[in-house]
């Protein structure tokens, strides 16, 4: 089992920039893709960002792609999402997501993350 928790989320005005960060617990951590998605009000859960199991690579929704990086930290069972440049658009619940054991790869697709976080309120103000 993998227990993922989100923090960092808040308020914050057009232009300005916020980090998440994700604290997992659980086994097998760096054998585990990770990523975000985030839900705004009324709308489908959207893929954010996703991180190879190694961190070496990334992939980006075309919308925050040269506003968001992720990044993980394996010793210390981290997930980072560094989110600048924000726009009101942004605001949503972001979540925290991971895969099964043993399958590295960053993808985009909702379907492929067995383990959710609770999520965390990002809003953005005009």
């Known amino acids: 089992q993998v227990q993922l928790v989100e923090s960092g989320g808040g308020l914050v005005q057009a232009g300005g920039s916020l980090r998440l960060s994700c604290t997992a617990s659980?086994?097998?951590?760096?054998?585990?893709?990770m990523g975000w998605f985030r839900q705004a009000p009324g709308k489908e859960r959207n893929f954010v960002a996703a991180i190879t199991s190694t961190g070496g690579r990334a992939n980006y929704a075309d919308s925050v792609t040269g506003r968001f990086t992720i990044s993980r930290d394996n010793t210390k069972n981290m997930l980072y999402l560094q989110m600048d440049s924000l726009k009101s658009e942004d605001t949503a619940v972001y979540y925290c997501?991971?895969?099964?054991?043993?399958?590295?790869?960053?993808?985009?697709?909702?379907?492929?993350?067995?383990?959710w976080g609770q999520g965390t309120q990002v809003t953005v103000s005009p």
């Open positions: 659980g086994r097998a951590f760096s054998t585990r893709a």
């Open positions: 997501v991971a895969t099964r054991s043993g399958y590295a790869l960053a993808s985009p697709r909702l379907n492929d993350y067995d383990y």
